[in-house]
């Protein structure tokens, strides 16, 4: 199930997801005892994060049965600007009382493959499944489409393959991503996309002819549900029912 919710501006669509974080981590936590999330990086979570960090969703989000993830990360210094787990912990993590054994950022003082490999093992070991099933992963949509470290003209990632080391095609900088497999095997999946700079893009992937020009195009969950948190300036070019 796929839907499009349109909010009137990035506020009302960060106080929606955290609103959505909230109502999703009661319930989890209610039936298992744990909720297990993935952030995503770029610079559009960054305002959720903040208000996950302060009242009410800072008192209100049971934080000792909350799990945290990556759904991608920049193979830089933890302390990088650049690093994903580092916006996180500036923004969320470093206020919240969150036991530091919830959050597993991925290793990225090892070599992007070993990261990988790494990160893919470890998510075998604590979910303890060979296909790891989050309650929420998280993620942003690039002007060209990319979700995750998914970019286009991107390395072939072989089937069965979770987590991989990727480049950002004319970028230096080495990534791990989480591939299609495991994300779309989450139960949900929240893409956030804002900014006048994304409508074009948007309409392209949301009502384009092709289905399959886009990375983000390959996020489809096998049995949860895809939900676009988009912002009216995104939307803008969207035909009005969507
Ligand atoms: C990353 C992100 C990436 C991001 C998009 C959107 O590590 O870069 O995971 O997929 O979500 O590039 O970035 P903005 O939110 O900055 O537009």
Request: contains cysteine.
């Amino acid at each position: 199930m796929n839907k499009v919710c349109r909010f009137r501006d990035e506020d009302e669509l960060f106080r929606g997801a955290a609103e959505l974080i909230l109502e999703l981590s009661a319930k989890a936590i209610d039936k298992k005892g744990s909720f297990i999330i993935a952030l995503s990086g770029g610079k559009t979570p960054s305002s959720l994060y903040n208000l996950l960090a302060h009242m009410p969703f800072s008192k209100e989000l049971k934080w000792k049965n909350i799990f945290v993830f990556w759904s991608d990360e920049r193979c830089v210094p933890s302390d990088d600007e650049q690093n994903n787990s580092n916006l996180a912990r500036k923004m969320l993590l470093n206020h919240v009382p969150i036991p530091a054994e919830n959050i597993f950022p991925v290793q990225v003082q090892m070599s992007s493959e070993k990261a990988a490999l790494q990160y893919e093992q470890m998510l075998k070991a604590f979910f303890k499944e060979e296909l790891p099933v989050f309650d929420l992963i998280l993620l942003g949509m690039g002007e060209d489409g990319h979700t995750a470290s998914l970019f286009p003209g991107g390395e072939e990632i072989p089937s069965g393959i979770l987590v991989s080391a990727v480049s950002k095609p004319g970028d230096k900088t080495k990534r791990i991503t989480f591939t299609p497999e495991i994300i779309n095997n989450s139960k949900h999946i929240l893409i956030l996309v804002t900014g006048n700079n994304k409508a074009g893009v948007l309409k392209n992937v949301l009502e384009g002819k092709s289905k399959n020009a886009f990375p983000v195009q390959l996020i489809n969950p096998k049995h949860g549900k895809l939900l676009w948190y988009v912002d009216a300036v995104a939307a803008a070019n969207l035909k009005s029912q969507n």
